[in-house]
């Protein structure tokens, strides 16, 4: 069982407002990701971490930044949440290594901006 | 470049019969290809994964996977389907692009009838 953990797991919020969605890990994982899911379509990779004080943009553009001041902390963070950012956000983490490694996914966070 | 394509967004299947999932990939170099499951409210669980070794590969719940690199195909298959098996799967491939990013795909949504 992956011990990685997402709050909240639902959020309802207005446009305008400051959002932050957590992510933890307690496996030591150096790398971190979050991804962008909505129905019906692929996940996007938007932001990844290869270890603390290391973050990248992913291949989706992201209105959101992200931190990694600890190992096992990688909080992403919305300034001024807008309906199109409506979607499930999933965070993940990994060892380090090659391609072979199992990326761990946390349960969610559904994010709903009226 | 990589991308997944998964050949049919619903797929139904009665109890007890063959599942057959298909998975097809480009990747301009030997790939890593993974399939993960999501069941509702839930985040990916790795199924399986092929990593250059066998081509049958075996994985959790019954679930297998064969990699035929003249197709470009990566298809999951079980031989007799649980109710337990709804849910949604993913097929993903990663190679060494600066960074072993997963490419997933749209994802199938299998729904097994009693």
């Known amino acids: 069982e992956a011990d990685i953990y997402q709050t909240p797991r639902y959020l309802v919020i207005g446009t305008g407002k400051k959002i932050t969605l957590e992510c933890s890990q307690t496996?030591?994982?150096?790398?971190m990701y979050w991804y962008q899911q909505d129905p019906g379509m692929e996940l996007h990779l938007i932001h990844y971490?290869?270890?603390?004080?290391?973050?990248e943009k992913g291949d989706l553009s992201s209105e959101s930044t992200v931190s990694r001041i600890r190992t096992e902390h990688f909080p992403l963070t919305l300034e001024s949440a807008r309906p199109s950012h409506t979607s499930q956000y999933l965070c993940?983490?990994?060892?380090?290594?090659?391609?072979?490694?199992?990326?761990?996914f946390g349960p969610g966070t559904r994010l709903t901006v009226t | 470049a990589q991308s997944v394509t998964q050949l049919g967004s619903h797929v139904s299947v009665s109890e007890g019969a063959l599942v057959l999932l298909r998975c097809n990939y480009s990747?301009?170099?030997?790939?890593?290809l993974f399939w993960y499951v999501q069941y509702p409210n839930q985040g990916l669980q790795l199924l399986l994964k092929?990593?250059?070794?066998?081509?049958l590969v075996k994985g959790i719940n019954g679930f297998e996977a064969e990699f035929k690199k003249s197709e470009t195909s990566f298809h999951l298959t079980k031989p007799s389907a649980h109710m337990s098996d709804a849910a949604e799967y993913f097929c993903?491939?990663?190679?060494?692009?600066?960074?072993?990013?997963?490419?997933f795909g749209k994802g199938t949504k299998l729904s097994v009838i009693p």
């Open positions: 993940a983490s990994s060892e380090k290594g090659t391609g072979d490694v199992e990326q761990y």
């Open positions: 496996m030591g994982h150096d790398k």
């Open positions: 971490s290869y270890g603390v004080n290391s973050t």
């Open positions: 990747s301009s170099v030997p790939p890593y």
């Open positions: 092929y990593t250059s070794a066998a081509t």
């Open positions: 993903a491939v990663t190679s060494w692009a600066g960074s072993y990013q997963l490419t």
